[in-house]
């Protein structure tokens, strides 16, 4: 078990320092840095100073050692457009990034593991067949567009709700919506082919053969053993939302990372690119990492499978 | 008690294969037909569209589809802000929709599908390399590193396709790699190992076809997720530029037109669903049918 979770760690470990090449290489993709952090208009000398003050004219690898010997501090540099600490930027925005992603993936839950657990109970039935129907409609629905047929509705022609912005829980409910759609089908999904697995499990048979209760059966035997993969696809979740977080965003005008992300691409603000890549990145990792820690503590079997893979 | 009890050991043990061959039928001659008119349409723009989709007529903007009140006949699904035929737009946006898509989901297939078959294959420390890698590109925010790298590198179709296949090659990588896994200890590869064949030979011959099944599917439920992805990507202004239409531009023009004309965001956004769905099913279905234990 320990040498499991110490294995574990070091994976993340090296996974961030995958990250950390790829966030450098972002800036680096057209050769020369100062092309994408200077106007297209810039003198000559403005050019020679910035790669003196970048340090640009060393090796890439010594470039590479003191971006990373920063990054491990924190310190991304200041953003050009705000002139303050990436880093400062990101915390001030976190929050309500995180208030949506979880907003989302809770709704996502609340309203997902119900219905995949009732669809595969009743299988075959008219409750399986209308949350089929929501599962493929929420999968191929754009978030983008989704906000925006949300924003038609519920703010346009109803007034019930804002359209942007975030002020109090009323601003929450359309981006959540939005941003949890996607992921309320895929987990709507699993629940009902996670929970037909188990319903076919032999103990299942069993404990209904010798005459345990149906409640019991579903509820004590079936849901906790089927509920164990879910613990898993809740961290994968987690990426996809942070990712739909930014498109989610842009459209309702939330003030958090993803925006401030799209506005920093546009204004090719790149330490602050770079700094919101690593640090969503390092928060996805973290949470997989606690994730299959969980996993390990609700399924102790899976320390053994994957000790031996 | 005793009802679910019934109803669910009835679930196990009916023999309902009829109902559900029926069942996935129809879900396989939706999602192809849809698919077959969406590409036919895509195919055959130039010929069925009725406007040039970039010929702006300032006179007739942001007129409502035909059976609304200010509707004309000549503009079936309304005009946007510059005038320009909805549907004659949305017929040459599917052309970027899924050739885009496509083009994607063959990159990337290839770039994954290598990667897997050798960590499968190999084990040991390329397996875990390629693994890290797989992690690392799970961990990036894709659509962020996409946006950053499009935007360096210029938004060309070209660099659009690259980027959306080096961001998503880890699907079939880590597919393709659990498959191998188990293949590799079957009997028939030690068979053909022990005849002395060629590790390559062994890899394309042997083991690939084995490991088809899966790629196919995945392929399939890949291009749905390429087309939001690409959409998404032009939405956000990144993607192939104007005055090239694609559903992604469309939308993101209709945003701003949202209270006051409803249609400009809604069709193209119809589109996007109505092709995603048909793939999806499409995919569904060909799991189902070729492997109903494939978890994807």
């Known amino acids: ?309 | 008690m005793s009802e679910s009890v019934s109803v669910a050991v009835a679930a196990d043990v009916r023999p309902s294969a009829a109902p559900l061959r029926r069942r996935l039928s129809f879900r396989a001659v939706f999602g192809l037909t849809v698919l077959l008119c969406m590409g036919g349409a895509a195919v055959f723009a130039p010929q069925i569209a009725p406007w040039d989709p970039t010929r702006q007529m300032l006179m007739k903007r942001l007129r409502p589809p035909m059976w609304e009140a200010r509707g004309l006949r000549e503009h079936p699904l309304g005009t946007d802000h510059l005038g320009r035929d909805i549907l004659s737009r949305i017929l040459y946006g599917g052309r970027i929709s899924l050739g885009v898509g496509l083009s994607a989901v063959s990159l990337s297939c290839l770039i994954g599908v290598t990667l897997g078959l050798l960590a499968g294959f190999h084990g040991g420390r390329t397996d875990a390399f390629i693994m890290r890698v797989v992690d690392v590109f799970l961990a990036i925010p894709y659509i962020l590193l996409a946006m950053g790298v499009v935007f360096a590198l210029g938004p060309s179709l070209l660099n659009v396709i690259l980027v959306m296949a080096v961001t998503r090659w880890v699907q079939f990588a880590r597919i393709v790699r659990a498959d191998v896994l188990s293949i590799r200890e079957r009997e028939f590869v030690s068979g053909a190992r022990a005849r002395g064949s060629r590790s390559l030979r062994l890899l394309l011959r042997h083991v690939l076809p084995n490991a088809l099944t899966p790629i196919i599917v995945v392929a399939t439920l890949e291009l749905a997720f390429m087309i939001i992805y690409e959409s998404a990507l032009s939405f956000l202004g990144l993607g192939v530029q104007p005055p090239t239409p694609t559903w992604g531009w469309m939308l993101s023009d209709g945003r701003n037109y949202v209270a006051t004309a409803w249609w400009l965001a809604t069709f193209p956004g119809l589109a996007i669903m109505l092709t995603v769905l048909a793939v999806n099913l499409l995919g569904d279905w060909l799991r189902d049918t070729l492997d109903p234990r494939l978890k994807v």
């Not at chain 1, 050769?31 to 790669?51: F, N």
């Not at chain 1, 039935?125 to 038609?152: E, H, K, N, R, T």
């Not at chain 1, 912005?165 to 929450?172: D, I, P, T, V």
Request: with cysteine.
């Open chain 1, 1 to 309: 078990m320990l040498s499991y979770v110490l294995r574990r760690l070091v994976q993340s470990l090296v996974v961030l320092l995958g990250v950390s090449i790829i966030v450098f290489g972002l800036l680096h993709l057209t050769g020369d840095p100062t092309r994408l952090l200077l106007p297209l208009e810039a003198r000559e000398e403005d050019v020679r100073q910035l790669r003196a003050l970048l340090g640009l004219d060393d090796p890439l690898w010594v470039q590479y050692l003191r971006f990373l010997s920063r990054a491990v501090r924190g310190d991304f540099g200041l953003s050009f457009k705000h002139q303050v600490p990436a880093v400062t930027l990101i915390f001030q925005t976190l929050p309500a990034t995180l208030e949506l992603t979880a907003a989302g993936l809770g709704l996502a839950l609340v309203v997902a593991v119900p219905a995949g657990i009732v669809a595969a109970l009743r299988r075959n039935s008219f409750i399986d067949a209308v949350c089929s129907i929501g599962v493929l409609l929420g999968q191929a629905m754009p978030v983008y567009w989704l906000g925006l047929l949300l924003i038609l509705v519920f703010a346009v022609k109803l007034h019930w709700l804002p359209a942007a912005g975030r002020e109090g829980l009323a601003s929450l409910v359309l981006p959540a919506v939005a941003l949890g759609a996607f992921s309320m089908a895929r987990i709507a999904r699993m629940a009902r082919s996670g929970m037909l697995e188990v319903l076919a499990q032999d103990y299942v048979r069993t404990a209904r053969a010798v005459g345990v209760r149906a409640f019991l059966v579903t509820y004590k035997y079936a849901l906790k053993n089927a509920a164990i993969p879910l613990v898993t696809i809740v961290g994968l979740e987690f990426g996809v939302l942070l990712g739909g977080a930014v498109i989610t965003e842009t459209i309702f005008a939330w003030p958090g990372v993803g925006r401030l992300a799209v506005d920093a691409i546009f204004s090719r603000d790149y330490p602050l690119v770079q700094a919101i890549v690593a640090m969503l990145a390092t928060l996805f990792v973290l949470i997989n990492l606690a994730m299959d820690l969980l996993y390990t503590y609700l399924d102790p079997r899976i320390v053994l499978v994957r000790s031996h893979r």
